[in-house]
């Protein structure tokens, strides 16, 4: 009988140990997290002009192959590996300089050094049809490639596709609306002052241009209001190649130009010789002292969101002291 006691005793103990280990192994599972998304759960794809492009994770490192696009970049916070070369500067503009400090150069923007490219080991490539169109398929096969339809008109069209290909839209919209607010926000100061009738003309090595509005300078003048010289005020790039005779298209209530220099000082001796012609100092903004020279980087060449603030730092210190 004693021996029934103990075993009943003994069974008692087990069913305790086993209910108590179901019930562990119930709390465990309650707990238990769920595991981490896959890749290709956090792949999204992005359409551009060359077609669709499938990137997975957010990219890390990213060559860059215009300087607009360099300047979308760092604006979004993100430090290209690798990019184009300033146009001017040794090799980055002076007003990005600082932040490109461990940024490889990969060529011009006309002629990229795809093996340069290749040896930085990108997990994403960002260019431009205009630019590099013969090369994609060579880029998009060392890592995804998005490229942007042109480089003329609306900056901010790139922009927006820019922070798509880098899973950064939120950040790109923030940046988008502190700029769209200080347009807003500068027009209301201009008020009366965008009637005056803006004139653009650009010197450069053996070639005058009279810009129009489909330009860098020209879409955030847009954005802003101002008026613009009859024969200026079109939806294209620029009149080219203009001779002397065409000075007096120059006209305006005020006149900005600026000056493409490489080095070799032919830009700016072209620069001088027209400024001192009789027809030029004949134009009547001349005449009232309206002609500003103003930085062909900011104005013109570098193209993105960074040059584009500056360029409305200009705008109040030359409007707003009025």
Not at 14 to 31: D, N, Q, R
Not at 65 to 81: F, I, K, R
Not at 152 to 175: I, P, Q, S, T
Request: with cysteine; proline share 3%.
């Amino acid at each position: 009988m004693k021996n029934v006691k103990t075993l009943l005793t003994f069974l008692s103990i087990i069913a305790l140990f086993l209910l108590a280990a179901c019930g562990g192994t119930e709390e465990k599972t309650t707990e238990k997290e769920e595991p981490p998304k896959t890749t290709e759960e956090t792949s999204y794809t992005i359409e551009h002009v060359m077609g669709s492009t499938t990137i997975k994770g957010t990219p890390e490192r990213v060559v860059i192959l215009t300087n607009e696009g360099t300047e979308a970049l760092l604006a979004l916070g993100v430090t290209p590996v690798g990019a184009v070369k300033s146009f001017t500067g040794d090799p980055w503009y002076d007003h990005i300089a600082d932040q490109l400090k461990d940024t490889q150069v990969v060529g011009v923007e006309s002629e990229v050094n795809v093996e340069a490219i290749a040896a930085l080991k990108p997990d994403l490539i960002i260019g431009n049809k205009m630019r590099q169109e013969k090369i994609y398929n060579q880029l998009n096969a060392i890592a995804p490639t998005v490229f942007a339809e042109t480089l003329r008109g609306d900056w901010k069209v790139n922009f927006e596709l820019y922070a798509k290909a880098l899973n950064k839209e939120e950040k790109g919209k923030e940046v988008l609306d502190k700029y769209n607010n200080r347009i807003a926000d500068l027009k209301d100061q201009l008020g009366d002052k965008v009637n005056m009738k803006v004139s653009m003309v650009r010197f450069m090595a053996g070639e005058v241009r009279i810009y129009h509005k489909d330009t860098f300078s020209g879409v955030i003048l847009g954005d802003l209001g101002f008026a613009r010289p009859e024969s200026q005020n079109v939806d294209d790039f620029a009149e080219r190649n203009v001779t002397k005779e065409r000075i007096p298209a120059m006209e305006g209530d005020i006149l900005f130009y600026f000056t493409y220099e490489t080095g070799d000082g032919k830009g700016s001796e072209l620069e001088k010789e027209w400024i001192a012609d009789p027809l030029f100092k004949n134009l009547e903004v001349a005449k009232k002292g309206e002609v500003h020279k103003v930085s062909d980087t900011i104005w013109n060449t570098a193209g993105g969101v960074l040059a584009a603030n500056l360029m409305l730092d200009d705008i109040e210190k030359i409007f707003l002291k009025k």
